[in-house]
């Protein structure tokens, strides 16, 4: 008796029942079969979030699951480069709307990528504007654990629902899905990709004036996907003064200068320790926010002491009770800077 493969039937059911239809859809660009958010898609749903033919698509499924050869596999082609191309949004296209795409790059770890998304996020909701923040570290995801938010997304008529903090800001983020939040995510760059872009096109983000993305270290995948596949207003640079940092950190402002994209500003995280007397102690050394203002013609939006409060609130998921006048200054500049380069524009 034939298989018969539809559109309408889980990308997850069809590769489990099928498994050599993996490379059907690896050939036809949707890579997402692994994915734990993707692959509860339908084939139809998959191939609409990545722009492929749905029909042939399903042709060569089933051609594939009877044991014959597909023929509508095309090969890959050269990814764009500089200002993404929007992907189709499940949320948007029902009426939602994003003003501003803003990612947060950095190229070293441990910088403070997610802690800077998460005070931005929070400023600017303070100022009464609506934020959505979507995790890229899909292998390493904190921006949940900071805003304690906890829950697995639930799927609307719109597209995934983004879960929602205290405070009102949407996040979505891989920890989401996962049994347990200490469970890895053992995966490849393309199927890192794939998250990503899933979690732009595929969540219901309804209307925001602002979507922040936090991405991880490294000039790699995600980095590039969110570059390539997004429509981003700019990307502020985290650095912090030890040199080894700096020096990383400009491979990453080098590859944003590439790709043809625009930086907003540079924020130094842990620049200074405030004393009992008030002086500031330099801890990892004298700034280098000059350099990397030079480097990229953006401002320094920000130095962002080390502070134990900051640490302990996000450690207790309450990044949203956080106050001090550097991050009134952060969001000030970020704002203003934004603003400069629309007008440039």
């Known amino acids: 008796m034939a298989v018969e493969i539809t559109a309408d039937m889980i990308i997850h059911d069809v590769v489990t029942k099928y498994p050599q239809t993996v490379k059907v859809f690896q050939g036809h660009g949707l890579p997402c079969t692994a994915c734990e958010v993707g692959s509860r898609e339908s084939v139809a749903g998959g191939a609409r979030t990545h722009r492929l ?111 929602r903090s205290q405070g009102g800001v949407k996040v979505m983020s891989m920890n989401m899905f996962l049994p347990n939040s200490t469970d890895p995510v053992v995966w490849r760059g393309p199927m890192v990709s794939s998250a990503i872009k899933q979690f732009y096109s595929d969540v219901d983000w309804g209307q925001l004036d602002f979507l922040l993305v936090d991405l991880p270290p490294g000039t790699s995948d995600a980095p590039m996907t969110v570059m390539q596949s997004l429509p981003l207003d700019g990307v502020v640079i985290v650095s912090s003064p030890q040199m080894l940092a700096t020096e990383i950190v400009i491979k990453c402002i080098k590859m944003v200068q590439t790709l043809k994209g625009k930086v907003l500003g540079v924020v130094e995280n842990m620049a200074y320790l405030t004393m009992p007397d008030g002086s500031r102690n330099e801890l990892f050394g004298p700034s280098n926010g000059a350099e990397l203002v030079a480097l990229t013609g953006a401002p320094l939006l920000a130095q962002i002491p080390i502070d134990r409060d900051i640490a302990m609130l996000c450690d207790a998921g309450k990044i949203e009770d956080y106050y001090s006048e550097e991050f009134d200054t952060l969001a000030a500049n970020f704002v203003k800077a934004l603003k400069i380069a629309g007008e440039r524009r």
Do not use: C
Not at 54 to 73: H, K, M, S, Y
Not at 104 to 112: A, F, L, R
Not at 144 to 156: D, L, M, S
């Open 53 to 163: 033919d749905a029909n042939a698509l399903v042709e060569d499924l089933n051609r594939v699951a009877n044991g014959q050869e597909a023929i509508g596999i095309k090969p890959a082609t050269k990814a764009p480069v500089g200002r993404g191309i929007p992907l189709t949004m499940a949320g948007p296209g029902a009426g939602g709307k994003i003003r501003h795409i803003v990612a947060i790059m950095s190229g070293k770890g441990g910088v403070g990528k997610s802690l800077i998304t998460g005070l931005l996020g929070v400023s600017l909701q303070r100022q009464g504007l609506k934020v959505g923040i979507l995790d890229g570290d899909i292998t390493g995801p904190s921006i949940a654990k900071e805003f304690g938010v906890r829950g697995t997304p639930t799927k609307g008529a719109g597209g995934i629902d983004p879960l």
